[in-house]
């Protein structure tokens, strides 16, 4: 069992979060339409964030395990939340998420069976 902790706190500017893991810090802005900064990454962005390096981390493990040649792969995540067409009228939501992987070094079947392999897990 693995077992993450990860503390947020509020700082002296207003929609500002420091954000702490083991001795790791992010500082992340609420989105500007909220009356925040807006500056520093968005709770949104490091949601997606966290997909996207969990994606190209899972693909490195994958290819290492069946012996596939893979010399680099990159992930773009994009997501959208469109408060006029809630997923639910209780929570915030994202309506649609895409994750699309880039690699090099690997033939377009052994692509697909990473991407295959990583959507199984």
């Given amino acids: 069992m ?11 500017t207003f929609g500002r979060v420091l954000v702490s893991s ?6 992340v802005d609420g989105p500007a339409s909220n009356g925040c900064p807006g500056e520093a990454l968005t709770p949104a962005e490091l949601f997606l964030a966290g997909i996207a390096a969990c994606g190209v981390e899972l693909v490195q493990v994958i290819a290492r395990r069946h012996q596939v040649p893979l010399e680099a792969v990159g992930a773009v995540v994009s997501g ?15 309506n649609a998420i895409r994750l699309e992987f880039l690699l090099k070094g690997v033939t377009p079947e052994q692509g697909a069976e990473l991407v295959a392999a990583f959507k199984r897990r």
């Fill in 80 to 94: 959208r939340i469109d408060l006029n067409q809630p997923v639910r009228p209780d929570l915030t939501l994202f």
């Fill in 22 to 27: 083991r001795n790791h810090h992010v500082v």
């Fill in 2 to 12: 693995t077992q993450y902790v990860v503390r947020s706190r509020s700082t002296e």
